[in-house]
T-cell receptor, first 112, second 113 residues
């Protein structure tokens, strides 16, 4: 079963706008990670946030984690056409042994 | 730097035929190794997980098996493919630290006809 569920399933924005994707999960976690997948390719790791962290930044990416609500968000600022991809959250459950469980993803389309 | 190679990239196999997908990792030792499957428009499903040679954990009951004959080699197999085995198969590795990102190969598209 899917541990993480992303929202929205699809998002279309204009270049330069910000994109926000949300992820909800069900069980307690050690950490939560976000990945990007270009169509037909492997996934690329973007950012990892531990359960005792609330916010993390990497370039134009900002991730927040609220363990009380079992939710996370990924914000991409000043989006570019090259950001067009699917974005997945993945959770490492407490005691899970680094076996990530992935959500169903958000398809982001950034239009010129 | 570490790299992961997965092959073949695409294959079309008839129902009932065998399958072998291979994956090797370079530039690291004692990695955790994973096989995931992604159905069209869906998230990833963890199939197999390995923490060392000969140590394989099967996450879901299925028509597939995995082997790890060497530290950095992971093989996904089937003796007889089913139509439902079609999908995008991804090999991945992570360090053996308790908290680590997972790094994916480029995937193998399998179509069973």
């Amino acid at each position: 079963s899917q541990q993480g569920e992303e929202d929205p399933q699809a998002l279309s924005i204009q270049e330069g706008e910000n994109a926000t994707m949300n992820c909800s999960y069900k069980t307690s976690i050690n950490n939560l990670q976000w990945y990007r997948q270009n169509s037909g390719r492997g996934l690329v790791h973007l950012i990892l946030i531990r359960s005792n962290e609330r916010e993390k930044h990497s370039g134009r990416l900002r991730v927040t984690l609220d363990t009380s609500k079992k939710s996370s968000s990924l914000l991409i600022t000043a989006s570019r056409a090259a950001d067009t991809a699917s974005y997945f959250c993945a959770t490492d459950r407490t005691g899970g042994g680094n076996k990530l469980t992935f959500g169903t993803g958000t398809q982001l389309k950034v239009e010129l | 730097s570490q790299t992961i190679h997965q092959w073949p990239a695409t294959l079309v196999q008839p129902v009932g035929s065998p399958l072998s997908l291979e994956c090797t990792v370079e530039g690291t030792s004692n990695p955790n190794l994973y096989w995931y499957r992604q159905a069209a428009g869906r998230g990833l499903q963890l199939l197999f997980y390995s923490v060392g040679i000969g140590q394989i954990s099967s996450e879901v009951p299925q028509n597939l098996s995995a082997s790890r004959p060497q530290d950095r080699q992971f093989i996904l197999s089937s003796k007889k493919l089913l139509l439902s085995d079609s999908g995008f198969y991804l090999c991945a590795w992570s360090s053996d630290r308790a908290v680590s990102p997972i790094y994916f190969g480029e995937g193998s598209w399998l179509t069973v006809v």
